[in-house]
């Protein structure tokens, strides 16, 4: 594709079609005793970086490889870091290094592609395609996951930046305002009941009444439970500080029915959280609930709490939030207690004589 030298910009070339179209800024650099450095960028100003950069390094004698950028592909970056994060040397969620693997099968093509030549254009095609096959949300969590990746090995190739800090994350509007309704948590706790697996019961039925995150369940010991305090503390909770998970009586009574309290040690709800998963999955198919995830046990929970008339203060110290905004997505009033409350202040304001509403 024919260049043309960009007057003011010292190594930077205009990329221009057969038809005049401008397609980049090419930077050559070429020096004796160093390496040739030729790359496109999308912007002026990232070509403009690039040549500081290079003449930089080669004043100062560094003989820095600028093109190895060129020779490591997209996969390659990956599969580092999915070895880095099964050996410990990375920090990753469960499961992070598996999504990893799965995304490398997903977009082989992709893959191949040199990290120097992957440009926030593809990362923008990528993420269209993928929000034409899954949610948003799931758009969003596959960028979490990529981008501190991405970034690393920005570092690691002496580029520029990561292309992908350039692409917006998709705006996630997937909040589920569900309520457990009677008749559904009778089926439920029905199937759990007859689940094969014991723990599936007590460990439902303390989530319902505590509003505990299962990770948080999971994490429980009998060393930190009290009973005459009604309260287990929770060492590593999820906001980076313990907490004490406060205990209803029928919350209590689940604890006090669990085989190990005897000993005092070892966890509460012994079960690992594939286990429970498994069996909640199979109860809640049986039990005709398939909308119904263990997670909407907690907003049940903190609900249950405000429907009491509880001041979001004291809802806090229940649920464990420390910001209030957090807090109030747990808040799911019901439509017919509404209704009644508004109700009731119109015949508590017509017994007194005051206005009545008009119709």
């Known amino acids: 594709m024919p260049t043309k030298r960009l007057n003011n910009h010292p190594h930077v070339y205009e990329r221009i079609t057969a038809d005049g179209r401008l397609t980049g800024y090419q930077v050559k650099i070429r020096k004796k005793g160093f390496p040739d450095f030729t790359k496109t960028f999308d912007r002026l100003a990232d070509a403009d970086a690039a040549v500081v950069q290079v003449l930089n390094d080669r004043n100062h004698g560094s003989r820095r490889d600028h093109r190895a950028p060129e020779r490591i592909t997209l996969g390659e970056v990956l599969e580092k870091a999915i070895l880095e994060i099964r050996r410990g040397e990375r920090k990753g969620k469960d499961g992070d290094a598996a999504r990893l693997s799965v995304f490398i099968k997903r977009h082989p093509p992709f893959c191949q592609m040199s990290m120097a030549h992957i440009t926030r254009h593809d990362w923008e095609d990528w993420k269209a395609l993928r929000l034409e096959e899954v949610k948003s949300s799931t758009v969003r969590r596959e960028m979490n996951l990529l981008m501190p990746v991405m970034k690393q090995a920005a570092i690691d190739l002496d580029m520029l930046g990561s292309p992908l800090d350039q692409v917006s994350r998709p705006k996630v509007r997937d909040e589920r305002i569900i309520r457990l309704e009677p008749d559904e948590e009778l089926r439920l706790f029905l199937e759990f009941g007859r689940a094969r697996n014991e ?23 009998w060393a930190d439970y009290s009973h005459n305090g009604g309260t287990i503390y929770l060492r590593d909770a999820k906001n980076g500080r313990g907490r004490d998970i406060l205990l209803t009586s029928a919350a209590q009574a689940v604890v006090e029915s669990l085989p190990g309290r005897q000993k005092m040690k070892g966890l509460i709800f012994p079960i690992s959280a594939e286990a429970l998963k498994n069996a909640f999955e199979r109860a809640r198919l049986r039990a005709d609930v398939e909308h119904w995830r263990w997670h909407d046990f907690r907003h049940e929970a903190i609900s249950r709490c405000f429907d009491h008339g509880w001041t979001a203060e004291q809802v806090m110290d229940f649920s464990g939030h420390v910001d209030i905004k957090s807090l109030l997505r747990y808040r799911h009033p019901r439509v017919a207690d509404a209704v009644a409350r508004l109700r009731r202040m119109e015949s508590e304001r017509q017994a007194a004589g005051g206005l009545r509403i008009a119709g």
């Open 199 to 221: 723990l599936l019961l007590p460990a439902a039925r303390f989530a319902l009444e505590t509003g505990c995150r299962r990770s948080e369940l999971l994490r429980l010991g």
